[in-house]
């Protein structure tokens, strides 16, 4: 039974069993999306768990609709399904509400608890050192004072240089606000030395009120700060007392008398989603000043100008800063970086508030539920990303990320636009999360921008392929939509046809093959959830994450093109992950591994070094890292070092901050180098080797110490190029490869693995896209006797001494095709389609399946007679297929192939029906997408998103050979 403490510290375990990696268990099986969005009637939510449970998914996560939602018909629905999950043992999530960001009619606008941002009005005066009055003014967005608000403060100061006006001007978005603010082109210079505060001389109230000042000599900004409710309505994420409303809402109307803690209960987890806060200035909250006081040490209320940049607090944040309205110089004009350093320290707060007062405030409420709090923090915000994952599960939540919001697309590669945005993206929650203690990272897997109902089975496992290479290691599919009597045809989506995908069971062709790759998946969540995650080197970066989520494929060239030049690293064979700067400055972050080398993070990561190029740190990092390197962790400086305080107070911080670099850069391990391209063989001399190497291609890897040996996951991110490398893994031992398909561990011949001066060279070819999972072990726990092998395939990967692939040359045996039979997907029901004689080919050129998208059975005899031995070893090469494939024997499964382009072993099955007399014949069935169906039938939406829907493949298209073995 999970106790409260449990649930408050992040969720771990050392062993894998034979029995687990075969038969996974619930929890290890992934997740899918369940989004409730119209009232549906119990029953059928009880067949959907049904069928969502036999696909074998181990959890759904029910997602809220405004439509079914917070009313009775909602709570007696989610109460029954709890009841009926607990006898199916599946889990049970559920989202905070029914939108997001967090929002309940407690916590709108109007309310106390709505989120609040900071917004201003300037008069421009120009001064005579004589008594003036000026009319107080109101937000620049809203001058005649419509969407009201609270004056924060009045400042003043004397411009040096008067820029551009920020404009208000329509956003173009189909969604959210209608407006959105430009940043000005060139930013208004004011003296910092002359700054103001002016609060206190407001006279009146309303309309008619006045401040009574006395400007000096030249130009002079007035400024008034207004605090307002955001206009989207939802609960203000920087204060614990809006948090307790809408929770307590979510108690009373969402959950009513559901106990998710009861006995038996399969509840899991309470979601928050992403959070997509937008304010038109600033975020802010009524205990702002007091709290940046607290926490800064310094009075902020003088330097609010120099805070405003507009897009600053929108989703989706820029990565390169908006320039700011009004920045800061000296007397004579000079810029100042007093602005910049402002700003940086209002950042740093956000992170801390939402931390404090939203993270950890809502686990402390789901953990009084029996459940944790899952979130995808930091989503698309100004907020830090990798603290921010670090300290949710430290105190017991669940990070998750978003394939949609880190870039990942279909097709997989790393030849994508996205790509190297995505894996920095994800290295960044990864290593939050690992740094706090936590191995669980799950995705919401599979969304995409025009791309419904073309989602196949082979895409959803490249991506995670690829995740998994990154750290991330359960999958929420995106996603099941409940269907109500009425539901059109193919399916009622959450978000109509703009983005993928929302399954059901009764009319995805490819429903019926989910079970394979669900159980591969629960298998690789099985592994990747063991032991200590390990990483080699930690690159230091102090920042913020935009989103790749931005719409259709021509606006993912807009994300940035990468976070950090980890490629170098890559290449060499290192383990990277991103390490922010109040992580490095905690205690207890300098230690020692099992070898006595200096870490950072020793009871985590165990990073061997640190990377870094940056102008500027905190003071607490600068300390680090001159500590860091008199213990001597292996530091590597790149360009220019740092030599200034990243946030303000005072010249003296930046002394400080010069001082530690200097420390640093004499201590015995550190190399200081000009580039990145450097920086291996900069590692190399300091003595720093990956725990699973490589040399020459771009590989991931993913490594985990267990109480059994070391696993290594290593993955090719290429869609065009296979690899061969020689694997160096750290440590002596035999080596298994683990089948995540098969649930098999199949151990290497000790000549097919060379074990010398504490580490074990593995030979490894991945095809592309290709994923292999090893563990090397001493030998002293295995558990029985093993079956040895010089060679090991699976999908994807051959590792150790490769013997010959069948290719035709032995004798490519040839097949009769026989007939076709395609059962149609379409809005009037399924129609049978027979094609006597019918072989391979994409469906778009044979007559009658041009717009068809279903479920094919093609039919094969093998001719000429061929005797058992000849069948024996013979292998189904499918060559290209449009949708996912299960090859039958004689009305036996031999083979569903659900990773795209591959083959099937049929020898063995054939030869059996040759030694008992049958004639060798094959039934090979291909599943669709509904893509071209869709089409025909008119479903997509028109409108802002409306793009080009060209169909696609589909069927067996071949070539198909049946290779003699």
């Known amino acids: 039974m999970t106790t409260e403490q449990d649930l408050r510290t992040p969720a771990t ?33 009880l067949e959907e768990l049904g069928a969502i449970r036999d696909a074998g998914f181990g959890e759904v996560e029910i997602a809220f609709s405004p439509g079914f939602w917070a009313d009775e018909p909602q709570r007696e629905a989610l109460a029954a399904v709890l009841d009926e999950a607990a006898g199916l043992d599946i889990g049970v999530a559920m989202t905070l509400g029914a939108a997001w960001p967090l929002q309940t009619p407690t916590t709108t606008r109007g309310t106390p608890y709505a989120a609040q941002e900071l917004q201003y009005g300037v008069a421009w005066v120009h001064g005579e050192g004589a008594l003036r009055t000026t009319p107080l003014p109101r937000a620049f967005d809203d001058p005649g004072g419509e969407r009201g608000g609270r004056l924060v403060a009045v400042v003043a100061a004397r411009v040096v240089s008067r820029g551009t006006e920020p404009r208000v001007v329509p956003s173009r978005n189909p969604w959210g606000s209608p407006t959105m603010i430009v940043e000005p082109t060139r930013s208004t ?28 000599d030249g130009s002079w900004a007035l400024m008034a700060f207004w605090s307002r409710d955001s206009e989207q309505g939802v609960t203000s994420f920087l204060d614990a007392g809006a948090a307790r409303q809408a929770l307590a809402y979510l108690d009373e109307h969402q959950l009513g008398v559901a106990a998710l803690d009861a006995e038996g209960s399969t509840a899991t987890e309470l979601f928050e989603d992403s959070l997509e806060l937008n304010a038109d200035c600033l975020f802010w909250s009524p205990t702002m000043l007091d709290r940046f006081r607290a926490h800064l040490g310094y009075e902020l209320t003088a330097y609010l100008p120099f805070l405003i940049a507009h897009g600053r607090c929108r989703y989706w944040v820029p990565e390169e800063p908006p320039r700011p309205d009004f920045d800061s110089a000296t007397a004579d004009g000079a810029l100042t970086d007093l602005g910049r350093r402002l700003r940086a320290d209002y950042d740093r707060l956000v992170t801390d508030l939402y931390v404090s007062d939203h993270l950890a405030l809502i686990q402390d409420w789901a953990v009084g539920h029996g459940v944790r709090h899952k979130a995808q923090a930091a989503y698309g915000q100004n907020l830090e990303p990798v603290r921010s994952f670090r300290e949710l599960v430290r105190c017991g939540g669940r990070a998750e990320v978003e394939s949609l919001n880190s870039g990942d697309r279909v097709p997989m590669g790393s030849e994508g636009p996205t790509w190297r945005f995505s894996v920095d993206w994800q290295r960044s929650a990864v290593g939050g999360a690992h740094q706090g203690g936590a191995v669980r990272i799950s995705t919401e897997l599979g969304a995409q921008m025009d791309k419904c109902l073309d989602f196949s089975l082979p895409d959803y496992r490249r991506m995670l392929d690829k995740e998994w290479a990154l750290g991330v290691t359960k999958p929420f599919v995106h996603g099941f939509a409940a269907q109500p009597a009425d539901a059109p045809w193919p399916t009622l989506g959450r978000f109509g046809t703009i983005v993928s995908e929302s399954w059901n069971h009764r009319r995805f062709p490819q429903w019926a093959h989910w079970r394979p790759l669900t159980d591969y998946w629960a298998r690789g969540t099985a592994v990747l959830e063991t032991g200590v995650p390990r990483c080699d080197v930690a690159v230091y970066r102090d920042g913020f994450l935009t989103t790749a989520a931005r719409g259709s494929a021509a606006d993912d060239a807009t994300a940035p093109d990468r976070l950090i030049d980890a490629e170098p690293l890559e290449h060499a064979g290192y383990g990277v992950q991103i390490l922010d700067p109040v992580g490095l400055a905690e205690d207890g972050v300098i230690g020692r591994d099992a070898t006595g080398a200096t870490v950072l993070f020793p009871d985590g990561p165990a990073y061997r070094a640190l990377a870094l190029e940056s102008a500027s740190l905190t003071p607490g990092a600068a300390r680090a890292l001159a500590r860091a390197a008199e213990a001597g962790l292996a530091l590597v400086v790149v360009g220019t070092p740092p030599a200034r305080d990243t946030g303000w107070g005072g010249a003296e911080r930046s002394e400080a901050v010069a001082a530690d670099v200097a420390k640093a850069l004499v201590g015995a391990r550190t190399a200081h180098v000009a580039g990145w391209d450097e920086v291996p063989g900069a590692l190399a001399g300091l003595g720093v080797r990956p725990r699973a190497g490589w040399s020459g291609p771009v590989l991931l890897s993913q490594v985990r110490d267990t109480d059994e040996g070391r696993i290594v996951l290593v993955y090719n991110p290429s869609g065009l190029r296979g690899e061969r490398v020689e694997l160096d893994v750290e440590g002596e031992g035999a080596v298994e490869v683990l089948d995540l398909d098969t649930g098999v561990a199949a151990r290497l011949t000790d000549r097919s693995t060379v074990s010398a001066s504490g580490r074990t060279r593995v030979p490894v070819h991945l095809e592309p896209l290709g994923l292999v999972i090893l563990r090397l072990y001493d030998g002293s726990w295995a558990r029985g006797p093993r079956e040895t092998t010089s060679c090991v395939r699976v999908a994807g990967a051959v590792v150790g001494d490769p013997r010959p692939e069948p290719t035709g040359e032995a004798g490519e045996l040839e097949l009769e095709w026989t007939g076709l039979s395609v059962l149609s997907e379409e809005p009037g029901g399924a129609r049978l389609i027979e094609l006597p004689a019918q072989g391979p080919g994409d469906w778009r050129g044979i007559p009658g399946l041009e717009h068809v998208s279903g479920t094919g059975v093609y039919r094969a005899r093998v001719r000429g007679g061929p005797g058992a031995g000849e069948l024996s070893g013979s292998v189904l090469d499918l060559g290209q297929v449009g949708g996912t494939v299960a090859v039958r024997v004689a009305g036996s499964e031999v083979g569903v192939l659900t990773r795209g382009r591959g083959t099937v072993a049929v020898g063995k099955a054939l030869a059996g029906l040759v030694a008992r007399g049958a004639e060798p014949e094959l039934e090979i069935e291909v599943r669709t997408t509904l893509r071209n169906a869709a089409i025909e039938a008119g479903v997509y939406m028109e409108g802002p998103w409306a793009v080009e829907h060209p169909t696609v493949p589909h069927g067996l298209v071949g070539p198909v050979r049946l290779l003699a073995g």
Do not use: C, K, N, Y
């Open 13 to 45: 375990r050392r062993s894998l069993t034979a029995e687990r990696l075969t038969h996974p268990t619930r929890d290890d099986r992934p997740g899918i999306r369940w989004w409730w969005q119209a009232p549906v009637p119990v029953g059928e939510l």
């Open 189 to 216: 210079l004011l003296d910092q030395d002359s700054l103001t505060v002016l609060t206190g001389a407001v006279e009146g109230d309303g309309p008619g009120a006045v401040v009574s000042w006395v400007p000096g």
